[in-house]
Every structure is written in structure tokens, then in C-alpha cells.
């Protein structure tokens, strides 16, 4: 096992791009980098390389809620949370009445500055298999004809 080229433990899960370059890192460092590449058993005993999924991090439902409360627990006012970001002292406003969800790159400013969490993981939007009749016993379907094309 390989050492850790962040915190030099001798306890690698893999690779991962830090600052434009790809290095070992440990379970605690892989949060630290992008692109993240980790180890998984192989049949051979060699390590094989499994791409991890990034994880979409999308505002929560409540987001201008969350806003609301981690601005008025710091004491500050619109205009001083929008000259901290910075942004208009508007968006703000259209933030905290629920019209309209800061995109995640300035979430994550919010969030920062705010020291409130407004990003959650995306839900899987894929649409649901649609549903299709049964056919009719001896009625041909289209899984019967592709079978006979091949």
C-alpha cells in the first residue's frame, strides 16, 4: 500500500487531481482533491481502479429559510451579507423569499460566509420506466423483433 503524498499515512484508497496534479491520498485526504480515482480489490490481487461517482450537490428545498435564520443569527443585515458575497442586496432578498435558488456556485459562498449548510446531495431525477400493456397471448412484441434481428 502506498503512502498518502497529503498527510504521509501509510494507509492509501487511491488517487486523486490536487492542485493539477494526481496524487496518492488516504481515506481522510480524499476530500481534498477532484477526480478522485479509488482502489478496490481485484480477482488478481493487483489494485484496480474504480471511478467514483461525483456527487451533484444541488440548494435545499429551504434554502432561502436556511439563509434567513444563519444571517440574522450573525446580526447582519441584507446588505452587509450582499457586500460579503458579493452580490446585489436584491438577490439576496429573491434568495431569502424562496423565488429563486442561488445557483451552487454561489451557494457554496453563502455557505462559506454563512457557515450554514445550503447544498444537499440531487436526488435521482431519471424518469421511471414507463409501464407497457401486457400484450395479448401470441401477439408479437418489440422485444420479439429485436431478438430476430440479431
Same mark, same amino acid.
Given at each position: 500500500?502506498?503512502?498518502c503524498s497529503v498527510c504521509g499515512r501509510n494507509e492509501s484508497v487511491g488517487t486523486a487531481?490536487?492542485?493539477?496534479?494526481?496524487?496518492?491520498?488516504?481515506?481522510?485526504?480524499?476530500?481534498?482533491?477532484?477526480?478522485?480515482?479509488?482502489?478496490?480489490?481485484?480477482?488478481?490481487?493487483?489494485?484496480?481502479?474504480?471511478?467514483?461517482?461525483?456527487?451533484? *450537490? /444541488? =440548494? %435545499? #428545498? @429551504?434554502?432561502?429559510?436556511?439563509?434567513?435564520?444563519?444571517?440574522?443569527?450573525?446580526?447582519?443585515?441584507?446588505?452587509?451579507?450582499?457586500?460579503?458575497?458579493?452580490?446585489?442586496?436584491?438577490?439576496?432578498?429573491?434568495?431569502?423569499?424562496?423565488?429563486?435558488?442561488?445557483?451552487?456556485?454561489?451557494?457554496?459562498?453563502?455557505?462559506?460566509?454563512?457557515?450554514?449548510?445550503? *447544498? /444537499? =446531495? %440531487? #436526488? @435521482?431525477?431519471?424518469?421511471?420506466?414507463?409501464?407497457?400493456?401486457?400484450?395479448?397471448?401470441?401477439?408479437?412484441?418489440?422485444?420479439?423483433?429485436?431478438?430476430?434481428?440479431?
Amino acid at each position: 500500500m502506498d503512502e498518502c503524498s497529503v498527510c504521509g499515512r501509510n494507509e492509501s484508497v487511491g488517487t486523486a487531481l490536487i492542485e493539477g496534479a494526481r496524487v496518492t491520498v488516504c481515506a481522510r485526504c480524499v476530500g481534498y482533491g477532484k477526480n478522485v480515482d479509488l482502489y478496490a480489490p481485484a480477482q488478481s490481487g493487483r489494485p484496480a481502479f474504480v471511478r467514483a461517482k461525483p456527487v451533484e *450537490l /444541488v =440548494p %435545499a #428545498e @429551504d434554502c432561502g429559510q436556511r439563509i434567513t435564520r444563519a444571517r440574522e443569527a450573525k446580526g447582519w443585515t441584507r446588505r452587509e451579507l450582499a457586500e460579503r458575497v458579493p452580490v446585489h442586496e436584491s438577490e439576496i432578498k429573491s434568495f431569502e423569499d424562496g423565488r429563486v435558488k442561488p445557483l451552487p456556485e454561489k451557494a457554496k459562498k453563502l455557505e462559506y460566509i454563512l457557515g450554514a449548510k445550503l *447544498l /444537499v =446531495p %440531487a #436526488e @435521482d431525477n431519471s424518469p421511471a420506466k414507463p409501464i407497457l400493456p401486457k400484450p395479448a397471448s401470441g401477439e408479437a412484441t418489440l422485444e420479439d423483433y429485436l431478438k430476430r434481428k440479431r
